[in-house]
């Protein structure tokens, strides 16, 4: 009884929060007003829309007459997209896919519309905020109330407010499906105002029959395997008013705009319009169903660990396989920048080694288990010894399950000898996920990935009784695609506000594909792909993240002899290396050999056609991963490339420093005659890595 008291008195408390008075006329009009819903976010998998009808008398019971053939931008310094009508739902117009707005940026609406018998222009200027809360995890607990209100489920929240006062509104999906932003919850902050919250009742889900027939599956009855999302918006204080207005003048009315009064506030000018145009950034936290009929909430710890094994110097650097290579750089180090590396040998020091699965989400935003390793340094029985650092280090291009991190000693654990805790996720479609496509290089998805697995390894090391300090620093690492991915790890972290939650300190990335869509450009260009196997893989990793944008058949976008030759299914199988998958392509198309092939014998003649239909939606995905442009760092990088790289183009380098440096960023290009190929100059960066160069 008294856990229910807490939900409900805790539910009363933030529905008072949502119901303060603001004084406004309610006098209705013979005016027509045109009535603006444009609710815009920074969420690239939503649909971004703004929805146009006619205002109808307050006491009317009419349904608001969509507006159509309407002309609607959205524009920001820079920039400008064009929302076009949907052809099955008149009056309501999109964004391109995967468009989303930016946290930190001011946009402007443009509308023109005919509204009360002549065209009209109307405008909007609104800010995106930064997110304000960080979701870091959510729960729910069953409460069965009886035939009349049948079952509801109270969603609680654990994460972090900022300082100062602050506006949300709360969003619940049930398997991805949003309840209707209408009857999202808003609410201040005054209750845990820069606080840490843990277990914060913040939403009650009426699961019934009646709401069902309203809302389809995001009403559904709570079963196990479900995912339920709650995700936190943040608001500005104008919007937040607008919003508090509505629901006091038109409690509830759905949709918004529907039959409410004309003169409620709005930032709508140059016509007669109601309604509003806002922005918000948000954070989000997903959790599985297990039991749904569970009356308690419990925090999400979300990692196992399976099997711990205790390395030796000797045994770790071997099962890297870079001995051998660790004495050459100790012999001649010195010239090309590198330390002394065998001072790292420490005596009674060895590394503890476990694989771990945790949780995260898929593309589509589905929950699912990944997995990983992490490496920390221990005494000989095991006792674990404090960390003075964390890296985060992602993998280079693999393509067989059995080179991935959790089943395999990789390159990247030597970073352990550095005193650092390596955390090294396997990235989708590799060990616990291996019957899945990789999204190689689909930027957000693979930052996530990793952002979640060093939260895990958080709670497994805060379980084992020593937990991570907040201060401790966080470091990005990797080499080639690992290069690419610690960029996007960084990305990720500060275009979602976590650097609350992770203390990044520093990236350190060589030899990176830090443009897909230059990668892309330049294959087709000079018809030739020296890594012939990253064509298919690049088209499976955009079907699997963006369907909605490649529509087409494997067949559309690959030549009749890879089809034929059942390439994709090696891809997609995840049983053979990549270099062999190179051979199997040269051999298919008859020329060529693992070492490269002409790459109009890989890719159909549409995909070597710009301005194709296949072409223009490879690039549309490219464009939408774009590592090297449309950002600006604001946490140290440093960049190596070799200025000879045949397999990543030396131009992702130039480009990234053309299009993003600044005062956090320093870029280093080599021509060491010594380290003259892609390969070898993955020694040079992991000499420079273990010579502490990633902690500079």
């Known amino acids: 009884m008294k856990r229910i008291l807490t939900i409900l008195m805790a539910a009363a408390i933030l529905a008072a929060g949502c119901t303060e008075q603001i004084d406004l006329k309610s006098d209705g009009l013979d005016k027509t007003f045109l009535a603006v819903e444009a609710f815009l976010t920074d969420q690239s998998s939503q649909e971004q829309v703004i929805r146009l009808s006619r205002s109808v008398n307050y006491f009317s019971e009419e349904e608001a007459p969509a507006v159509s053939g309407a002309s609607v931008t959205v524009s920001w310094t820079g920039g400008s997209v064009t929302f076009r009508e949907k052809a099955d739902e008149k009056g309501t117009y999109s964004a391109p896919v995967g468009w989303c707005a930016t946290p930190g940026y001011t946009y402007k609406l443009s509308i023109e519309a005919e509204v009360g018998g002549r065209l009209q222009s109307y405008e909007a200027t609104a800010d995106m905020l930064e997110p304000k809360f960080e979701v870091t995890s959510i729960d729910y607990a069953y409460t069965p109330m009886g035939e009349a209100l049948d079952s509801i489920w109270t969603v609680s929240i654990w994460g972090k407010d900022s300082p100062g006062t602050d506006y949300y509104m709360l969003g619940a999906a049930v398997n991805g499906h949003y309840l209707p932003k209408d009857i999202s919850l808003s609410m201040d902050d005054k209750y845990f105002q820069g606080q840490t919250v843990a277990g914060f009742p913040v939403c009650v889900l009426a699961q019934n029959a009646e709401s069902r027939a309203l809302y389809g599956e995001a009403a559904k009855y709570l079963e196990t395997g479900d995912m339920l999302t709650l995700t936190v918006y943040t608001l500005t204080k104008d919007f937040y008013d607008f919003k508090m207005a509505v629901s006091s003048n038109a409690f509830v009315s759905i949709p918004l705009f529907s039959s409410q009064p004309a003169n409620c506030p709005t930032n709508i000018t140059g016509g007669d319009a109601v309604g509003y145009f806002a922005l918000a950034s948000s954070s989000s936290a997903s959790r599985f169903v297990d039991d749904p009929m569970r009356t308690e909430h419990k925090e999400d710890i979300s990692v196992a660990a399976e099997g711990e094994t205790i390395l030796t110097y000797d045994e770790l650097v071997s099962n890297a396989g870079i001995g051998d290579y660790l004495s050459m750089l100790g012999r001649m180090g010195a010239m090309y920048g590198i330390g002394d590396i065998s001072a790292l040998r420490e005596d009674g020091r060895c590394y503890l080694t476990t694989a771990m699965k945790f949780r995260s989400i898929d593309p589509a935003g589905k929950e699912l288990w990944l997995s990983g390793r992490v490496y920390l340094s221990c005494t000989e029985d095991g006792t674990l010894i404090p960390p003075e650092h964390v890296v985060i280090a992602s993998h280079s291009t693999i393509a067989s399950d059995a080179e991935c991190p959790s089943k395999a000693y990789t390159v990247d654990g030597v970073l352990a000898l550095r005193r650092g805790l390596v955390i090294c996720p396997d990235q989708i479609g590799y060990g616990q996920t291996a019957a899945l496509?990789?999204?190689?290089?689909?930027?957000?998805?693979?930052?996530?990935?990793?952002?979640?697995?060093?939260?895990?390894?958080?709670?497994?090391?805060?379980?084992?009784?020593?937990?991570?300090?907040?201060?401790?620093?966080?470091?990005?690492?990797?080499?080639?695609?690992?290069?690419a991915s610690a960029l996007a790890v960084q990305k990720y972290i500060e275009d979602n506000g976590l650097k609350g939650d992770v203390n990044l300190a520093g990236t350190y990335c060589g030899d990176g594909p830090y443009s897909l869509e230059l990668m892309m450009k330049r294959f087709i260009e000079d018809d030739w792909c020296t890594l012939p196997g990253v064509l298919p893989m690049t088209l499976a990793a955009a079907k699997y993240c963006w369907p909605q944008i490649m529509t087409e058949d494997y067949g559309a976008y690959l030549s009749d002899a890879l089809v034929e030759a059942g390439i994709m299914d090696l891809i997609l199988g995840k049983q053979t290396d990549i270099s062999t998958i190179g051979s199997e392509?040269?051999?298919?198309?008859?020329?060529?050999?693992?070492?490269?092939?002409?790459?109009?014998?890989?890719?159909?003649?549409?995909?070597?056609?710009?301005?194709?239909?296949?072409?223009?939606?490879?690039?549309?995905v490219a464009a939408l991963n774009e590592l090297a442009s449309g950002w600006?760092?604001?946490?140290?990088?440093?960049?190596?490339?070799?200025?000879?790289?045949?397999?990543?183009?030396?131009?992702?380098?130039?480009?990234?420093?053309?299009?993003?440096?600044?005062?956090?960023?320093?870029?280093?290009?080599?021509?060491?005659?010594?380290?003259?190929?892609?390969?070898m100059n993955a020694l040079l960066f992991y000499g420079r890595a273990l010579s502490g160069a990633y902690l500079q």
Request: glycine share 10%.
């Open 437 to 483: 496509p990789h999204p190689y290089c689909m930027s957000e998805i693979t930052g996530r990935g990793a952002v979640d697995m060093f939260r895990a390894v958080r709670n497994w090391m805060e379980a084992k009784g020593m937990p991570l300090d907040a201060s401790l620093p966080v470091y990005s690492v990797g080499y080639s695609q690992g290069g």
């Open 632 to 679: 600006s760092p604001a946490t140290p990088v440093h960049f190596l490339h070799h200025v000879n790289d045949e397999l990543v183009f030396y131009d992702n380098f130039e480009l990234a420093r053309r299009n993003i440096a600044n005062d956090m960023t320093t870029f280093e290009s080599v021509d060491y005659p010594l380290f003259n190929s892609h390969a």
């Open 585 to 620: 392509i040269a051999k298919a198309v008859g020329s060529g050999s693992a070492g490269g092939v002409r790459t109009s014998l890989i890719l159909s003649e549409g995909m070597m056609t710009p301005g194709s239909k296949v072409h223009d939606q490879m690039m549309q």
